[in-house]
């Protein structure tokens, strides 16, 4: 599968049916989430669980042309804890066909008020049904902290489980309305991700932005049906609890970037250039920017079929 070939961007009658309404879309302005209907079938599902296995498998259809910085890159060395593996709608055609369909990047359009979705990353899941494993529990953070290099805040991100997802398997769990709040005590740290970051510090931080917003922090466990997802604001605090159930939580986390996005250069107060995995992997504009639109990594998702074809 050539990740640059453009998919045909039409909808059945009956995948019209599961797109987002208007007062879905309200929800999500309001509320920073949303539940969606069934978007896989049971069959498609499965299929992304038989994929992802020869992927843990170590079956590729591609490697990347360069190891990015901050790769997030499981083998079976690391042991039984939580793993996260990035890149895999480029990496694997068995999970990119599933990953890439076209109503997956309509329901975000819809809800990000855009004509255009392109996929930003994709991180493979697979939380270990072991209660007390540390790394099964994930702080809560906004991920649009860590996008620092793109220009966009309407980037966001499907959680996608390969089987019903509640509490007992340590389902995402989302901070209401909290990607509406104003922003204090910013400092470089915020840009790392979660996994780098002091889980205590994550917490003061969600604390004492939502006491700088007058704002009651409520805690919203996504409950996901198997075929569902739930999509999220890039500004949404969300985090997980650990793996309660006797079976293994797994998920792709696909996040996805609006048609207007681009890289900005950020500078942190060291001076130095904060960098995203991306930007030694993409192609480079005419200016020397990495190039956030490169149909190998960031592929186009959806565009409105009114919206004219732009070259690649």
Not at 41 to 70: C, F, H, M, N, T
Not at 98 to 126: H, N
Not at 196 to 219: C, F, P, T
Request: charged share 25%; proline share 7%; net charge negative.
């Amino acid at each position: 599968m050539s990740l640059s070939v453009t998919p045909t961007f039409t909808l059945t009658e009956e995948e019209q049916s599961l797109l987002p309404s208007d007062s879905d879309v309200a929800f999500y302005a309001e509320h920073g989430w949303y539940l969606t209907k069934k978007l896989f079938s049971d069959s498609e599902v499965d299929e992304l669980i038989a994929a992802s296995e020869r992927y843990y498998a170590g079956q590729r259809d591609r490697k990347l042309p360069v190891r990015p910085p901050r790769l997030a890159s499981w083998d079976p060395s690391k042991g039984d804890v939580q793993r996260h593996n990035d890149y895999v709608h480029y990496e694997h055609d068995g999970l990119a066909r599933l990953l890439r369909k076209p109503l997956i990047g309509a329901v975000a359009a819809a809800l990000a008020r855009t004509d255009e979705i392109r996929v930003f990353q994709s991180t493979l899941i697979y939380k270990p049904p072991i209660a007390a494993e540390p790394t099964n529990v994930v702080p809560w953070h906004f991920d649009k902290h860590y996008w620092s290099t793109s220009t966009s805040d309407n980037m966001l991100t499907a959680f996608i489980p390969f089987h019903d997802c509640g509490e007992e398997m340590g389902t995402i769990t989302m901070v209401d309305g909290s990607h509406r709040w104003r922003e204090t005590g910013r400092d470089d740290s915020m840009t790392r991700h979660f996994a780098d970051r002091d889980s205590g510090d994550l917490e003061r931080m969600l604390a004492g932005n939502a006491a700088y917003n007058d704002a009651e922090v409520v805690k919203v466990p996504m409950i996901i049906p198997k075929g569902h997802m739930s999509f999220h604001h890039c500004r949404t605090y969300h985090g997980s609890l650990t793996n309660r159930s006797p079976r293994p939580r797994r998920a792709v986390s696909f996040h996805l970037q609006d048609g207007a996005n681009a890289y900005r250069r950020f500078v942190l107060s060291t001076g130095e250039v904060l960098a995203y995995n991306h930007d030694v992997l993409v192609r480079r504009l005419p200016d020397g920017r990495p190039d956030y639109s490169d149909p190998d990594f960031c592929p186009v998702l959806w565009r409105s079929p009114a919206t004219p074809l732009q070259e690649d």
